[in-house]
């Protein structure tokens, strides 16, 4: 089965929005940089053409390519922060408890 990408007009309009927002302040802060989209490319270990995805808020580039970029041009912190530590901790998250298994002989 293959992958199929999610449309703009697939995803909720706050998503769309965030991607734009993302985009424009990667783009701001590469040319305040003084960067090429083909230098900071490089930098995220991506094309300059998924510079240009991600700059124009695509949908369909990988998040970690958002996060990255964001990471270079020294933004990841302020537009992306780390979930409260409450959030983190998995320690405190309910274990699945298995029913036993009842035996069948309730046919006869």
Do not use: C
């Not at 900071?40 to 094309?47: A, D, S």
């Not at 998924?50 to 390519?65: F, H, K, L, Q, Y």
């Not at 964001?70 to 699945?96: I, K, T």
Request: hydrophobic fraction near 40%.
């Amino acid at each position: 089965m293959s992958k199929r990408s999610l449309t703009e007009s697939e995803l909720h309009p706050k998503v769309v929005l965030r991607l734009q927002a993302w985009g424009k302040a990667i783009s701001k802060r590469r040319r305040q940089m003084k960067l090429s989209q083909a230098q900071l490319g490089y930098r995220v270990g991506v094309t300059n053409q998924t510079i240009g995805r991600i700059e124009a808020g695509d949908p369909t580039v990988r998040a970690a390519s958002y996060f990255a970029a964001l990471l270079v041009v020294d933004l990841l912190g302020d537009l992306v922060p780390m979930p409260a530590e409450n959030l983190l901790d998995l320690s405190s998250e309910a274990q699945r408890i298995r029913r036993a298994k009842q035996e069948d002989n309730d046919y006869f």
